[in-house]
């Protein structure tokens, strides 16, 4: 067992990657001598070298665009994008290339490549720095999407990503990356597995990435007050891993979904719709969502009002709890 | 000039003219202009070309008869896609029609080892990297989106987003200079990535990305650009204000216009090309200046959009007339030869015209195979109840 943080757990898991595989490369802007602005990368390019953490020209599409390329030569690419609201240049790249090139090409061609993003806001940055976008991406097929909350899963996570032959868009909380934790040494789940972090029996409160520690602090707080909830950090978002949501939802009977992201058309009316049509009988409540509004990201001055906290997620507790 | 403007003492009218002349379009080339290299004039006779003569020198007049094969073959098989598609078998076709020696030129001057990455139009790419055209008429009659295995002939899938594969294309290339495979001098280890795109494709930012990061990385690929006039109802002087060739120079690799209906010129332009890049010295730029003889692609009218005195003036520049009459006044085939690739030609087509015909359908079921690697819940949960849907058509006894 060591202790880190997030930051220095995916920068460990990718050293570790890179030590295992020669294939693995890094590609990305500032990712070299400076490490990533979040220094992720911190150190890498001294160890590996420029031609394996390849610091690129500031330009989104070409960063997956040319990943495309290396990993149809055979190469394992991991690319950083440095901000969410910085990856829509690669939008086309990512959702009409990379999640489908598999499929057209009848299984002949597979691009094992990560994608890494760091997600959410409450940094105070100035605007595209905060975006939640991960429903676009878990909206299309042929792309894995998961998202690490804690050291632990940030180590593992992002090499069981890298391992994996299909394209995975992996989500950091930047919020957390300096959120220290223990990490074991040998995975304690597959990629694709979520996670009950707490266990409880009068509610489940289901959330991934920054909005997991949230909603441990809620539980606390809830528990302070006799009211004992469950947690479920999703870890992967698709695919979705249902039963694990489903079975903790049967016991408690009631569920609320937390994310940042705005509620429309967010993962949370995906889990919603499924586990009113797979748990019906057992819910005592419609299963509530507590998300960003429905409103662009807005100054960061106002976050602190758009983000879900502690208080908005109990106040969607209580609302549960009186059905 | 700059001198007067830094000290303000031009006149405003000759600044006036000078920034007309500066944004004004690009001229009307027509015939690509002296600097475009030709080794064959339309009539057929071999111009000298210091610097590209070298490249055509070893071709014997076998291969010249092979080039000329090649042009006829691919022109059939287009011809026998055109029918098909208007006959309903397929649902839209892309044909290259006047694009031959742009696409056999370029595609046989690339070897076994090297990469190609296409649009949607390189039939003749295709054709010389030995890709079956059944392959290429199954993506436009939509039974699947390719069908081919683009390792197997180092023929990527055709890519539909326009400019997209370039990046595709520079990354491959990055990969290959990861692999140590450029600058070895050994002729069968040394490789090249060609990406092929259409000038409306140059306006594309991932086409002008793809160009910073060929260049930034030294990247052995070549920008094979046909120029053929037309994005589809858009003409250059809607694309572009400076030939297109000249573009390179201000991302800092090489750029030159091949006359793309000579397949002489464009296959010793190709391989000069591919040679710098296979022997480490980076990117270049061909424009193979062409003409589109038809249709963007079937489902387009170009008498809306261009007169039909334009295509007059390029059927005269013929790739395949040209070749022809150069092979007859030079003596290197004789009428027998001519005859023979007529006779191939109607075989092909027969032989596209039935495989096309009898191309099965892919079983409704296979839509969900091959989208991921790694068995997914929900794909194989919707696969279950696709088939329990279907099969309860068949217990009512119907369907």
Known sequence: ?323 | MSDNAVAGATSVEHEDEVLAELTAPVPEVGDGGPEMVQLLTPEGQRVENTEYDEYVKDLSDEDLRGFYRDLVLIRRVDAEATALQRQGELGIWASLLGQEAAQVGSGRAMRPQDYAFPTYREHGVAWCRGVNPLNLLGLFRGVNHGGWDPNEKNFHLYTIVIGAQTLHATGYAMGIQRDGDVGTGDPERDAAVIAYFGDGATAQGDVNESFVYAAVNNAPVVFFCQNNQWAISEPNERQTRIPLYQRARGFGFPGVRVDGNDVLAVYAVTQQALNAARSGNGPTFVEAYTYRMGAHTTSDDPTKYRVSAEVEVWKHRDPIERLKSYLVHTQKADQAFFDAVEVEGDELAVAVREGCLSMPDPTPESMFDHIYVEEHPVVEAERKEFAAYHAGFTQEGGH
């Not at chain 1, 992002?158 to 995975?187: H, M, N, T």
Request: net charge negative; proline share 5%; with cysteine.
């Open chain 1, 1 to 323: 067992m060591a202790s880190m943080t997030i930051a220095k757990g995916i920068n460990n898991g990718l050293r570790a990657a890179m030590e295992r595989d020669p294939k693995v490369v890094l590609m990305g802007e500032d990712i070299g001598k400076l490490g990533g602005v979040f220094r992720v990368t911190d150190g890498l390019q001294k160890d590996f070298g420029e031609d394996r953490v390849i610091d690129t020209p500031l330009a989104e599409a070409g960063i997956v665009g040319t990943a495309i390329g290396m990993a149809l030569r055979g190469y394992r690419p991991v690319v950083e994008i440095q901000f969410d609201g910085f990856i829509y240049p690669a939008f086309d790249h990512i959702v009409s290339q990379v999640a489908k090139m598999r499929a057209r090409s009848l299984g002949k061609i597979t691009l094992p490549m990560v994608i890494r993003i760091p997600v959410g806001g409450g940094i105070g940055a100035v605007e595209h720095h905060s975006e939640s976008n991960e429903a676009y991406f878990a909206h299309t097929a042929g792309l894995k999407v998961v998202c690490c909350s804690n050291a632990e899963d940030a180590y593992w996570m992002i090499q069981q990503a890298i391992e994996s032959d299909d394209p995975v868009l992996f989500y950091e909380p930047k919020r957390r990356y300096w959120d220290k934790g223990e990490v074991a040494d040998v995975a304690q789940r597959g990629l694709l597995e979520a996670n009950v972090v707490r266990e409880g029996t009068d509610a489940t409160l289901i959330a991934y990435g920054p909005m997991v520690k949230t909603c441990l602090q809620a539980a606390e707080a809830a528990a302070a007050e006799g009211k004992n909830l469950e947690v479920i950090d999703l870890r992967t978002l698709s695919p979705l891993d249902l039963d694990t949501v489903a079975a903790s939802v049967e016991k408690t009977g009631r569920a609320v979904v937390v994310h940042e992201a705005s509620t429309f058309l967010g993962m949370g009316a995906e889990i919603a719709a499924a586990l009113q049509q797979r748990c019906f009988y057992h819910l005592e409540a419609p299963v509530l969502r507590v998300g960003g509004y429905n409103l662009p990201y807005p100054p960061s001055k106002l976050e602190e009002e758009f983000l879900p906290d502690l208080d908005r997620v109990l106040d969607a507790v209580d609302r549960s709890l009186a059905f």
